[in-house]
């Protein structure tokens, strides 16, 4: 048998690897190996391993949604700690996934001043965000950590996930923010930016944001 390491292993940009029979012993491994300032994302699920090699656009996209959904908090006035892109993980659920973006929201006092996550003890993140098209993997590693609303914007289009009864229902309302279009304000926005830019369309947003709050 040969072993490869991963550090070994090139994955192209915007790309994913599979590999299977993983143990959850050897899924923390190779977490150890890889270490937490890495390029790639990794997510796991019952044995399976997915590595995924994030491109360019991906990385703009989802600072961008991240900050519109900060943008959000703020002119509601509602507190929120955000986590960003940490592996969250549970061997009594076999899964694992790491999020472009997270927040704790409705749980924020809870995790206010935590450095670390340990959903053994912690509860999962109230919101996670993925870029892209989310795999199988993925998504089954959500369910399995019960993480309660999932965004996933894909081909340009945001869609909602909601949890119920431990899988994802695709919704046109966020529960997080339910008086706002967030589909439409957040898909427009990063259509927008394109042409005008990073600074320019999240002032945009703002303001939508505002009159919308005083409609």
């Given at each position: 048998m040969?072993?490869?390491?991963l550090r070994?292993?090139d994955i192209p940009l915007?790309?994913?690897?599979?590999?299977h029979?993983v143990?959850w012993?050897?899924?923390?491994?190779?977490l150890e190996e890889?270490?937490?300032?890495?390029?790639a994302?990794?997510?796991?699920s019952?044995g399976?391993?997915?590595?995924?090699m994030p491109?360019?656009e991906?990385e703009?996209?989802?600072?961008?949604?991240?900050?519109?959904v900060k943008?959000l908090?703020e002119?509601?006035e509602v507190d929120?700690?955000c986590?960003g892109?940490?592996?969250?993980?549970?061997?009594?659920?076999q899964?694992?996934v790491?999020p472009?973006?997270?927040?704790?929201?409705?749980n924020h006092?809870i995790?206010?001043?935590?450095r670390r996550v340990d959903l053994?003890?912690?509860?999962?993140?109230?919101?996670a965000?993925?870029?892209?098209?989310t795999s199988?993997t993925?998504?089954?590693?959500?369910?399995a950590?019960?993480?309660?609303?999932?965004w996933r914007y894909?081909?340009?289009?945001?869609?909602?996930n909601?949890?119920e009864?431990?899988?994802?229902?695709?919704?046109?309302?966020?529960?997080?923010f339910?008086g706002?279009?967030?589909?439409?304000?957040?898909t427009e926005s990063l259509?927008?930016?394109?042409?005008?830019g990073r600074?320019?369309?999240l002032?945009?947003?703002?303001?939508?944001?505002?009159q919308?709050?005083?409609e």
């Open positions: 040969v072993t490869l390491q070994q292993i915007g790309q994913r690897v599979l590999f029979q143990s012993r050897e899924f923390e491994a190779i890889l270490g937490e300032h890495r390029a994302r990794l997510a796991y019952k399976t391993l997915e590595l995924r491109s360019p991906h703009v996209d989802k600072e961008l949604i991240g900050d519109m943008i908090l002119e509601l929120c700690e986590f892109s940490i592996t969250f993980k549970r061997e009594t659920k899964g694992g790491e472009d973006q997270c927040f704790y929201i409705q006092q995790m206010r001043g935590k053994a003890v912690n509860p999962p993140p109230d919101l965000i993925e870029i892209d098209v199988k993925q998504l089954e590693a959500y369910e950590l019960q993480i309660p609303e999932l894909e081909r340009n289009q945001l869609q909602i909601i949890l009864d431990g899988k994802y229902l695709e919704s046109q309302i966020s529960p997080i339910p706002l279009p967030i589909i439409e304000l957040i259509v927008q930016s394109v042409s005008l600074s320019p369309t002032r945009l947003f703002r303001n939508q944001v505002r919308l709050n005083r």
